[in-house]
């Protein structure tokens, strides 16, 4: 039933406003760092296609979106069928480090993903050129408090970038096309198909509601 | 120089005035070709400012005065109207009151107006364009000689619309002492002035039409010195960190917006005074991103003050809730969007509005789950187009929507629609069986497609135009009212349901929906939503 091509990808850049989300993207995608972009409202996103373990052809599909907490509630559309999930956080902001945990139950709840426990995010710390004076203090420390924390369950890979010099983001990318591939494997082995579950979420039925009227 | 003077005036326009206090009945135009051919904004904006500060004073005490005085004495509305002038009018006996809170009271004109070839041509060789938007656009494939092939010809259009006005100002006992004068007042509302205002309006003149004609007179006058004591005192609030991460990211390819190595922008001084005055007065509505981009480019055109109460006007009037916590606005009128794609552009309808997966969304699903179209219309209603379209053509759709209202935002949603499905791209992309890849395809289309539409006239031409245009013109404010009213009950009953409780329809929710059948209605639009509701 479903018409996804095996080897499309979906990932989705979520993370605090400001962190570098779209300045991520338009790296891995485009090669290119901007002054220039815009504040980003709704969502937005790209496409690259890649090879990884050498001979195996994937098309990346990269979800920007709008950091800000309330343009939650217009995301539910496109959290669906994710393979990966990036979240990000500015290497000179604390609170965007601190809400990833929040991010990452946002998207389980929006996404409503099958297998909510090993479903692969990634960590991104981003902005890794400024200076260190303006990182965050004990950042490392700080980091492993909310990786290891096995309650607050953030035991994912954390990758350190700089989307303003390219430093490390292929390799977040190589990764999250890894971790999004098995994810795609695993779902079509189990046969999940995203439009199962497409209307559980909010389930309204206006006819039933004047079933009692004749015209 | 002021060949149109007209001895009615005397009697009429200072009658008229109902806002002595704020308004003025002209204001001078100062020439911004200074500040634009310089790069250093401080130098060349400083002389321009303090002449703005003295003309507005000046003018505030005339009005004061007989008006004949003013006629007699032309000088004070000449366009490059310097100091020395003014100032050899002290006689006037004025009170200038220069420093009380001078930074609120600055202005300084940033729109190259368009009313001699000097300007046109300056326009044709800048790598920017009259507002200071860098021609060549980051965002699509638009280039400096597409854009001066198009300006070439707009510009022509934009002299001749601008006698229109003249005319009408005219006509309408409005004289101007010469064609630089930019007036505060306008004409009455009336299918005239619609029309006009439907084919643009002057550049320079739209600051002060928008707020004329949105009602912003009546706002500043019941508030009278309320923007003041909020900037000057609320500097700071909680929503302080996240306004000045957007300040920067708001209008990066206006060059009045740019940050320079040390300087700060006079222009994101003011952006951040008025999003947090905003945040502060609104505290329902805070700070929410895109109204950056809304106060942005009011503060092209208008001042602080103006801005500010241009942005309450917006968000309390024609767009409520759209920027609330939960853009609860924002979901609703995307609801009322697809109602009317579903009414006026049906054969869309099996395309628009599929899912991801490629399945159409059950009827009475609409709107709890909007398709994921709804992504690329989400900043046309939080953005109004700000971003989506060419500069110019924002602007346009921006002359109407202050003077019709929000109806203009949904006529000119389904424009787009219907012009990007005429394309041959779309064609393309939806003449398969469409799979998600081609439903998110179609989306990226749908995002790019609106910012290719360098020609407003297209555009507004689509939408209006009785004979060969769609006649969107035709979707009346009391459609979108009566369709608003019910998604936001559906959404707010689906919202109960959530929580379990009772969602039953009343008698008297009942009985009004029944009475929206009254409603002069065009396209049988009412009917629809009965169909839904009773079905």
Redesign the interface.
């Known amino acids: ?5 095996k080897t ?1 990808l979906k990932v989705i850049i979520l993370g605090d ?2 962190v570098g989300k779209t300045s991520l993207m338009q790296q891995f995608v485009n090669n290119k760092f ?12 790209l496409t690259k296609e890649i090879t990884i373990d050498n001979n195996k052809q994937v098309s990346l ?1 990269i979800w920007d979106t ?3 907490e ?2 939650q ?2 995301g ?3 959290y ?2 994710a393979d990966c999930c990036v979240l990000c956080y500015d290497v000179t902001n604390e ?1 965007s480090l601190n809400n990833l945990t929040s991010w990452k139950d946002e998207f389980l709840v929006q996404s409503n993903v099958t297998n909510p426990q090993d479903f692969p995010f990634i960590i991104i710390g981003n902005k890794i050129d400024v200076d260190d004076s303006k990182k965050i203090p004990s950042l490392q420390k700080k980091l492993q408090n909310i990786t290891n924390n096995q309650l607050g369950g953030l035991n994912y890979p954390v990758f350190e970038t700089s989307a303003k010099e390219g430093i490390n983001v292929e390799a977040a990318f190589e990764v999250i096309a890894k971790m999004a591939l098995q994810q795609e494997e695993l779902n079509d082995a189990n046969g999940h ?3 199962d579950d ?2 559980d979420a ?6 039933s ?2 079933s009692g ?1 004749a ?1 | 120089m002021s060949q149109f003077l007209d001895p009615t005036l005397e009697v009429s326009t200072p009658k008229q005035s109902g806002h002595k206090r704020t308004e003025s009945s002209y204001s001078t135009s100062y020439s911004v070709l200074d500040i634009y051919e310089t790069e250093s904004p401080i130098s060349a904006r400083s002389p321009t400012t303090t002449n703005n500060e003295l003309g507005d004073e000046i003018m505030r005490g005339l009005d004061e005065l007989e008006f004949k005085d003013l006629s007699n004495d032309n000088t004070l509305f000449a366009s490059n109207g310097s100091e020395t002038e003014i100032n050899s009018n002290s006689n006037l006996n004025l009170n200038l009151n220069l420093n009380s809170n001078s930074y609120i009271e600055e202005r300084i004109e940033y729109i190259t107006p368009i009313n001699n070839i000097t300007n046109i041509k300056t326009i044709l060789s800048s790598p920017y364009d009259m507002y200071g938007f860098k021609k060549k656009s ?1 965002l699509s494939s638009i280039t400096p000689e597409h854009y001066n092939q198009w300006f070439e010809q707009y510009s022509q259009y934009l002299l001749e619309r601008k006698q229109k006005w003249l005319s009408l100002m005219r006509t309408n006992g409005l004289n101007l002492p010469n064609d630089s004068t930019i007036p505060t007042r306008f004409p009455p509302k009336s299918a005239k002035v619609k029309k006009l205002i439907r084919k643009g309006i002057p550049p320079e003149w739209r600051g002060n039409a928008w707020f004329y004609y949105a009602g912003g007179y009546e706002k500043l006058s019941k508030h009278n010195g309320l923007y003041k004591e909020i900037a000057t005192n609320g500097v700071k609030n909680k929503d302080s ?2 306004i000045e ?2 300040l ?6 206006n060059k009045y917006f740019k940050s320079n190595d040390n300087n700060e922008p006079k222009m994101i001084q003011s952006l951040r005074r008025v999003l947090t005055a905003f945040a502060h007065y609104k505290p329902q509505i805070g700070y ?3 109204l ?2 809304l106060a942005g480019l009011l503060l092209l055109f208008m001042n602080e003050e103006r801005s500010f109460w241009m942005l309450v006007i917006l968000t309390e009037r024609i767009i409520p809730n759209v920027h ?4 609860e606005g ?2 609703t009128d995307q609801g009322v969007l697809m109602l009317c794609i579903k009414e006026y552009i049906n054969q869309l309808w099996p395309i628009l509005g599929k ?5 159409l969304i ?1 009827e ?2 609409i ?6 179209i ?3 219309t ?2 046309w209603f ?2 109004l187009f700000v ?1 989506v379209l060419p500069i110019e053509s924002t602007l346009r759709i921006w002359d109407i929507l202050w003077y019709q209202g929000s109806k203009t935002i949904f006529r000119i949603g389904l424009t787009l629609f219907k012009m990007s499905s005429e394309t041959n791209e779309f064609q393309e992309l939806t003449s398969t ?5 081609d439903q ?1 395809e179609l ?2 289309f749908m ?1 790019s497609y609106p910012k290719s539409l360098l020609d407003p006239n297209e555009v507004l031409g689509n939408c209006f135009k009785k004979i060969g245009g769609y006649g969107y013109g035709s979707l009346s404010q009391a459609e979108i009212d009566t369709c608003r009213e019910f998604v936001s009950k ?1 959404r707010e ?2 919202n109960n ?2 929580k379990n409780t009772s ?3 009343t008698d008297e929710e009942r009985q009004t929906l029944l009475l929206g059948q009254d409603v002069h209605d065009v396209y049988g639009f009412h009917r629809s939503i009965m169909i ?4």
């Open positions: 039933m479903s018409g996804r091509k499309l406003s400001g901007s002054h220039q972009y815009k504040a980003t409202i709704g969502a937005d996103f599909q709008a950091g800000q309330r343009f509630s217009l539910v559309a496109f669906r069928g609170k198909d995203v439009s497409y209307n909010i389930n309204i039925h206006l006819e509601e004047y009227c015209c | 980051n960190d996240v991460r957007d920067d990211r708001t209008f990066p390819d929410c991103q895109s950056n981009f609330s916590h939960n853009l924002v979901h899912s991801f997966d490629g399945q059950a009475d699903k709107l709890s789950n909007l398709p994921p709804a992504l690329v989400s900043p939080m953005s971003g069986n469409s799979s998600q890849n998110v989306y990226q995002q559906q009953k689906l349901k959530k969602i039953a329809v839904l509701q009773i079905k």
